[in-house]
């Protein structure tokens, strides 16, 4: 899927909206550097955990694994993000996940 800069952050902002609480782990980028172009990608997938805010109890409503893979330019500001791109790799709690993504998909 791809979508602009605006709606990645609407979809975001929906989807975190139902969420007590999370917890993202990204660690140890790398990075390529090419002229005003560079890669980054981290060393290890990021994880994310996700608690429901209807099941405050609940530890974990669902854990997703994935890896980034952006891309940056130079710009008269500085190094920009011109492209991320995230992969999912694995996901548990398949159907709490798939029900809180159906209401930012609506």
């Not at 609480?21 to 172009?37: K, L, Q, S, V």
């Not at 981290?42 to 530890?59: D, E, F, K, V, Y």
Request: net charge positive; proline share 6%.
């Amino acid at each position: 899927m791809t979508c602009r800069r605006e709606a990645w952050c609407e979809r975001t902002k929906q989807l975190f909206a139902g969420r007590a609480a999370t917890h993202h782990t990204i660690t140890n980028p790398r990075i390529a550097i090419d002229g005003d172009r560079s890669t980054i990608r981290p060393t290890s997938a990021p994880s994310t955990r996700l608690a429901p805010r209807s099941r405050p109890a609940a530890r974990i409503a669902g854990l997703v694994v994935s890896f980034y893979d952006d891309i940056a330019v130079g710009t008269p500001e500085g190094r920009r993000l011109s492209s991320v791109k995230l992969t999912l790799t694995h996901r548990e709690n398949e159907a709490l996940l798939a029900a809180s993504m159906a209401v930012v998909e609506d």
